[in-house]
């Protein structure tokens, strides 16, 4: 049943509810039956009070017909004890008599005392009053008129009376018998109305609110196992009937909710799990890209990869080239030969190809005959459009080899169009925007990576023609001066060779062959000093080699002092800089300082230190400063001491000596 229905189930129902006749309420139904139940309890309450007073009043009544006896009696002794001279109680007994009679007569509710509700007794109290006021008391008048005489008359009468009395105490002791077993009997009727009452709304109450209560914890039970297909049946229209509507219409709604939540779940795990397959994707294709190797075998896997990830039938990656800027085919993947072999290189406005160029990053188009659409958004392009310029034969030729959807995306890197990669289907295939997205992010990071290595190219070309320029200089500064010095020697020599001067041919061989000596040590020294390579903590042992070779070749006195205090290694780079920095330092010292003792200091501290001091012939500063880049060796420490962001200081005077300071500081350190 889906959710439409059955919110449509449980609104009919609700209407049902609604159109049927609405019974008293639960509220309504408590009243009432609290209200028969204590009209019932009342009742029968009343009933046994009502007979407990009917018994006591004929109780009474029994006692008052009893003591007629008693006062019948009581006046024969009266009229005795008159006949004998005493005091006469006759009257007194007899006014007695007459008041027990007219309060059985009457009654006295205050007692109480009344004679029973029955004819027989009322009938026989009548004939007990009859024979006292017409006979029995007549006689006592008259005999206690006779003074003297036996009361015989008012004693022949009084067993009658007396039969009289008893039988109406009977009839009053009977009807008291017969209430007594109604007492008991509505006693009995009380006690059994009380448990079938207490039974009676235990089972209502029961049924009006343990029933439905259990009835909706179940249906509860059941939402929270997430059977959300659970109605309750509505059996009544009371409070509880409106709940289980309003139950199953909040089940309805829920159930719909539910499933347009688990629907939506699903959208989004299955937009989470494409999207998590964009990141490793990109993060794959980001790691792929930053390995090194040459730009074809790096364009070719990520053309595969990216084939792979869009199920592509056929790929091709086409830089542009900066000279004429058309697009040269640099690998290609799945693509017929005929198609590699015509488009080689082609301008970028003949093909689709060649939109992904222009402002637009990307497009995707259906390779079909003119008319049929392209997708893409605001960056597709109609294969129309293409055919109707230059690119009718390169879509002919897709067409041909059976590819009917492309997309091609640009390969960019700092806002400059590279080239562009295609994918080519042979199905209709459209590309969401997410996946136009991760095409155009590929294409950057495609963009970055060659880039990089155009970059890196780039540095390795400045790297050379940096060490080019210090090789040139160094040749200047050594092998070009002394072979200036031999060239004029050489003409100086043949001069006196045609003159025939042989003490000057004598003078100037030996001059020659110091200069050739000489610039055959420079050549070894420069020849060294390029072949030097470091690696991590070899520094010492460079310095201490170079220290030697100086000893070999100079006079001079050499003293080091090298300490490593807390200042971590320097990396192999810039301890092959701070090497050529103190060659060159030890070089001018030996070549034209002519000093006795030089001092080479090494400090590895925070900051690193490089001092070396001679006490030769010295310079004038401002000389040097004023011949700028003419000076070689200075020249080439300055660019080194550059190169490691350190600070180069020269201090001389003439006469003096000369003092080189190379500074490190801890900032421009690199870790070892």
Request: proline share 5%; charged share 20%.
């Given at each position: 049943m889906t959710p439409s229905s059955d919110f449509a189930t449980a609104s009919a129902v609700s209407s049902d509810a609604q159109e049927a006749p609405f019974p008293k309420r639960l509220s309504t139904r408590i009243v009432v039956l609290s209200t028969v139940a204590l009209a019932l309890v009342l009742a029968m309450i009343s009933g046994t009070l009502w007979l407990s007073w009917q018994l006591e009043g004929g109780g009474a009544a029994i006692n008052d017909a009893g003591s007629l006896r008693m006062r019948a009696n009581a006046v024969a002794i009266a009229l005795w004890e008159a006949r004998t001279g005493q005091p006469s109680q006759v009257d007194a007994q007899m006014r007695q008599l007459d008041d027990t009679l007219r309060e059985l007569r009457d009654g006295d509710p205050a007692r109480p005392l009344f004679?029973?509700?029955?004819?027989?007794?009322?009938?026989?109290?009548?004939?007990?009053?009859?024979?006292?006021?017409?006979?029995?008391?007549?006689?006592?008048?008259?005999?206690?008129?006779?003074?003297?005489?036996?009361?015989?008359?008012?004693?022949?009468?009084?067993?009658?009376?007396?039969?009289?009395?008893?039988?109406?105490?009977?009839?009053?002791?009977?009807?008291?018998?017969?209430?007594?077993?109604?007492?008991?009997?509505?006693?009995?009727?009380?006690?059994?109305?009380?448990?079938?009452?207490?039974?009676?709304?235990?089972?209502?109450?029961?049924?009006?609110?343990?029933?439905?209560?259990?009835?909706?914890?179940?249906?509860?039970?059941?939402?929270?196992?997430?059977?959300?297909?659970?109605?309750?049946?509505?059996?009544?229209?009371?409070?509880?009937?409106?709940?289980?509507?309003?139950?199953?219409?909040?089940?309805?709604?829920?159930?719909?909710?539910?499933?347009?939540?688990?629907?939506?779940?699903?959208?989004?795990?299955?937009?989470?799990?494409?999207?998590?397959?964009?990141?490793?994707?990109?993060?794959?294709?980001?790691?792929?890209?930053?390995?090194?190797?040459?730009?074809?075998?790096?364009?070719?896997?990520?053309?595969?990869?990216?084939?792979?990830?869009?199920?592509?039938?056929?790929?091709?990656?086409?830089?542009?080239?900066?000279?004429?800027?058309?697009?040269?085919?640099?690998?290609?993947?799945?693509?017929?030969?005929?198609?590699?072999?015509?488009?080689?290189?082609?301008?970028?406005?003949?093909?689709?190809?060649?939109?992904?160029?222009?402002?637009?990053?990307?497009?995707?188009?259906?390779?079909?005959?003119?008319?049929?659409?392209?997708?893409?958004?605001?960056?597709?392009?109609?294969?129309?459009?293409?055919?109707?310029?230059?690119?009718?034969?390169?879509?002919?030729?897709?067409?041909?080899?059976?590819?009917?959807?492309?997309?091609?995306?640009?390969?960019?890197?700092?806002?400059?169009?590279?080239?562009?990669?295609?994918?080519?289907?042979?199905?209709?295939?459209?590309?969401?925007?997410?996946?136009?997205?991760?095409?155009?992010?590929?294409?950057?990071?495609?963009?970055?990576?060659?880039?990089?290595?155009?970059?890196?190219?780039?540095g390795r070309q400045l790297a050379v023609s940096e060490e080019r320029n210090l090789v040139a200089q160094g040749l200047h500064d050594s092998i070009a001066q002394g072979l200036s010095f031999l060239k004029m020697q050489v003409h100086l020599l043949d001069g006196a060779a045609q003159q025939g001067d042989l003490d000057e041919i004598r003078e100037i061989v030996p001059l020659l062959a110091g200069g050739v000596e000489e610039s055959y040590d420079d050549v070894r020294e420069l020849l060294l000093n390029f072949r030097t390579k470091l690696g991590p903590g070899k520094l010492r042992l460079a310095v201490e080699d170079t220290v030697a070779r100086f000893r070999r070749q100079s006079d001079a006195e050499l003293t080091l002092d090298y300490r490593d205090e807390d200042g971590p290694p320097l990396p192999p780079d810039q301890q092959l800089q701070v090497l050529f920095v103190l060659q060159e330092a030890l070089s001018n010292a030996r070549k034209h300082a002519e000093a006795l003792h030089v001092q080479v200091s090494v400090v590895n501290a925070r900051d690193f230190r490089l001092t070396v001091e001679d006490d030769g012939v010295g310079y004038d500063p401002a000389d040097i400063a004023s011949r700028g880049e003419s000076h070689v060796g200075f020249h080439i420490m300055h660019e080194r001491a550059r190169r490691l962001a350190a600070v180069l200081t020269l201090q001389s005077a003439p006469g003096r000596g000369a003092r080189v300071e190379l500074v490190l500081p801890a900032a421009s350190r690199m870790a070892a």
């Open positions: 004679l029973p509700s029955d004819a027989g007794i009322h009938a026989q109290f009548e004939r007990v009053a009859t024979a006292w006021n017409q006979t029995l008391k007549p006689a006592a008048l008259n005999d206690l008129a006779v003074s003297g005489g036996e009361p015989l008359k008012y004693i022949g009468l009084l067993p009658g009376f007396v039969d009289e009395a008893n039988q109406l105490v009977s009839l009053i002791e009977r009807e008291n018998a017969r209430k007594t077993a109604w007492l008991r009997i509505s006693q009995v009727a009380l006690a059994a109305l009380s448990c079938v009452g207490t039974m009676a709304i235990v089972y209502l109450l029961y049924q009006w609110f343990v029933a439905p209560v259990q009835r909706l914890q179940d249906g509860l039970a059941r939402i929270e196992a997430r059977e959300f297909d659970t109605r309750l049946p509505v059996e009544t229209y009371d409070e509880f009937g409106h709940l289980t509507q309003g139950f199953n219409r909040m089940v309805a709604e829920l159930q719909a909710l539910y499933q347009d939540l688990a629907e939506r779940v699903d959208a989004k795990t299955a937009q989470l799990a494409a999207q998590n397959r964009e990141l490793a994707t990109l993060y794959e294709m980001a790691a792929f890209l930053n390995t090194p190797g040459p730009a074809e075998s790096l364009c070719h896997d990520f053309l595969t990869r990216v084939m792979r990830e869009f199920d592509a039938d056929g790929g091709t990656v086409r830089v542009v080239s900066p000279d004429d800027g058309n697009l040269h085919l640099l690998v290609s993947e799945g693509m017929p030969e005929s198609i590699t072999r015509a488009e080689q290189c082609m301008p970028a406005a003949d093909c689709a190809c060649g939109g992904a160029t222009a402002e637009a990053p990307v497009i995707f188009g259906l390779m079909a005959p003119p008319g049929m659409r392209a997708a893409g958004g605001e960056i597709g392009e109609s294969v129309e459009s293409i055919e109707s310029g230059h690119g009718g034969a390169f879509t002919q030729r897709c067409l041909k080899a059976g590819f009917v959807s492309v997309a091609v995306s640009a390969i960019v890197a700092q806002n400059e169009t590279l080239g562009t990669f295609s994918l080519h289907f042979r199905r209709e295939r459209e590309i969401p925007p997410s996946g136009v997205q991760l095409l155009q992010t590929l294409g950057r990071h495609l963009g970055v990576a060659l880039m990089n290595r155009r970059l890196v190219a780039l």
